[in-house]
Antibody
């Protein structure tokens, strides 16, 4: 059974940094692209970033490019999102998600999410 | 970047009604479109991928159609457990943009 567990969320001041982690299990982690999606309070879904399976190709939304870095540790089945220069508008629940393939594709499994609050 | 526009933003229908949600891409995306269901307090769920392929385990009352720029998600007979917000997403290339969502309620 596929399981995705996010951690690392919390309260941070504007301009601060935070690193999210997503522990994955139940599938061959290195074979699949992984994605971060966020949802601001009361708002819709926003795609944030994705990383390829074994080649580690990365893509970012324009709103986070240059501030966020996605990475993965295939030996420990863990996905990361390093978030720097955080802004109030980055406040959201961040979901970790597994792609259906090694490349960009629909997401077939989601985590429960971790809340990031950026506030002074 | 390609924009994804969903309509309506909300709808209310009776149990047993046929419900249709549309998603329009600002440029052609072939069939690289997925539909997701989000219920309060529940994990997001993939319903449809490749515009019309039903994800395993999803009830057959859900169906998807379309290609290029215009897509639809249809619930053939609305059930109480279908109360949720539905999102489309393009995935032909980054950014993998979502539509704004459609909240479905029971009348």
């Amino acid at each position: 059974e596929v399981h995705l567990l996010e951690s690392g969320g919390g309260l941070v001041q504007p301009g601060g940094s935070l690193r999210l982690s997503c522990a994955a299990s139940g599938f061959i982690f290195s074979n699949y692209a992984m994605t971060w999606v966020r949802q601001a309070p009361g708002k819709g879904l926003e795609w944030v970033s994705a990383i390829g399976g074994s080649d580690g190709t990365t893509d970012y939304a324009g709103s986070v490019k240059g501030r966020f870095t996605i990475s993965r540790d295939n030996s420990n089945n863990t996905l990361y999102l390093q978030m720097n220069s955080l802004r109030v508008e980055d406040t959201a629940v961040y979901f970790c998600a597994k792609s259906r393939s090694f490349d960009l594709a629909a997401v077939n499994y989601w985590g429960q999410g971790t809340l990031v609050t950026v506030s002074s | 970047d390609i924009q994804m526009t969903q309509s309506p933003s909300s709808l209310s229908a009776s149990v047993g009604d046929r419900v249709t949600i549309t998603c329009r891409a600002s440029q052609g995306i072939s069939k690289y479109l997925a539909w997701y269901q989000q219920k309060p307090g529940k994990v997001l769920k993939l319903l449809i991928y490749a515009a019309s392929t039903l994800q395993s385990g999803v009830p057959s009352r859900f169906s998807g159609s379309g290609s290029g720029t215009d897509f639809t998600l249809t619930i053939s007979s609305l059930q109480p457990e279908d109360v949720a917000t539905y999102y489309c997403q393009k995935y032909n290339s980054a950014p993998l943009t979502f539509g704004g969502g459609t909240k479905v309620e029971i009348k």
